[in-house]
């Protein structure tokens, strides 16, 4: 009966379809990118934090800038970031004297173990 009613108002029901071509649609490439970064102050830590939150970021953080300024101001950003990578869990290492490297958890770091030698007492020589 409601078909009927449709038909006496005059409104009848048309399907009308929507044809979509799925090889024009180019799919979005999520590329690795190791960007660089140079931390001035404590403030441009959220630049690095959220390239590195979106997860196909590696970051190569030149920190000679704020480590000539203030060393407490450094120690809280390599903190924040430190504390950031941990819950991505992701690597952070330093290398040299000035850069810094943070990977999100698809990339690891090699740190080579260190062996420590203890102090021996060497009679022969």
């Known amino acids: 009966m409601a078909m009927n009613l449709k038909k006496l108002f005059g409104r009848q029901e048309e399907q009308e379809y929507v044809e979509i071509d799925l090889n024009s649609i180019k799919p979005e490439e999520?590329?690795?990118m190791v960007k660089p970064f140079v931390l001035k102050g404590f403030d441009g830590t959220d630049e690095i934090l959220n390239s590195l939150r979106e997860g196909y970021t590696i970051a190569v953080i030149d920190i000679k800038g704020?480590?000539?300024k203030d060393i407490i101001e450094l120690k809280r950003a390599i903190s924040k970031i430190k504390k950031t990578v941990d819950a991505l869990e992701g690597s952070i290492a330093g290398f040299g004297e000035?850069?810094?490297i943070a990977t999100p958890s698809f990339a690891s770091i090699h740190k080579p173990s260190v062996d420590k030698k203890k102090d021996k007492?060497?009679?022969i020589n």
């Open 30 to 32: 999520n590329k690795i």
């Open 66 to 68: 704020i480590k000539s």
């Open 98 to 100: 000035n850069t810094i």
């Open 121 to 123: 007492v060497d009679f």
